[in-house]
């Protein structure tokens, strides 16, 4: 979390992170993992409720294991 310890102005820019460091359900369908979402409609399609979410999920987890 963040604490402001001043008033943030209107259109003020208070972080910025590079477009490449955003984890997206873009960047999780296209990676190493590609092929656990096709074999896995089940868990991690789109007509799934918490598909996208699942897919983040195990996107980060496998990026955390990478180190």
């Not at 102005?9 to 990676?31: C, D, L, N, Q």
């Amino acid at each position: 979390g963040m604490l402001v310890t001043e008033d943030i102005g209107k259109e003020e820019v208070i972080v910025k992170v590079p477009g490449r460091e955003i984890i997206t359900t873009k960047k999780a369908f296209y990676s190493e993992l590609k092929q656990i979402w096709f074999d896995h409609p089940d868990t991690f399609g789109k007509h799934v409720a918490d598909g996208e979410d699942n897919m983040l999920h195990a996107f980060i987890l496998y990026e955390i294991q990478k180190g």
